[in-house]
Structure formats: C-alpha cells, structure tokens
C-alpha cells in the first residue's frame, strides 16, 4: 500500500473541497465533502499508477504558522 500527502482547501466561492498531492502531476481532485474528495484523490492515484511509479517532483515536508504584526 502506498501513501501520499494530499493538501486540501475550500473554495469560498463554490464551498467544494479541492485537494492535490504535491509534486504528483495530474494528483488532484474536487468534491462537494471531504468523503467524496478521499474516494476522487484515491481514484485519481489508482489510474495514474497503471501507468507507472510516478517521480514526484516535489517533497511535503509540512506545514508553518506565519503571524504578521
């Protein structure tokens, strides 16, 4: 079983959930609630891995808190 790290926001606009895996080209996905983004991101990385091991072009390391006075 592989793992990757998917980065989620939602769009002020429409409330859909769109999430990405960095560095995955063609890793991303929306839906209307977290559950259905989970299954869409999960599909997504199935059929992009028939077609082999992809080369992430990036690394998540993590996330930081910037706070501006």
Not at 5 to 17: K, L, P
Not at 40 to 54: A, F, K, R, T
């Amino acid at each position: 079983m592989k793992t990757f790290t998917a980065i989620i926001e939602r769009c002020s606009d429409t409330g859909f959930y769109i999430g990405f895996i960095p560095g995955f080209p063609g890793a991303h996905s929306q839906a209307e609630s977290l559950d259905e983004l989970q299954r869409n991101l999960q599909e997504v990385v199935s059929m992009l891995l028939e077609d082999g091991e992809p080369k992430l072009e990036v690394e998540f390391v993590g996330l930081q808190t910037v706070a501006v006075a």
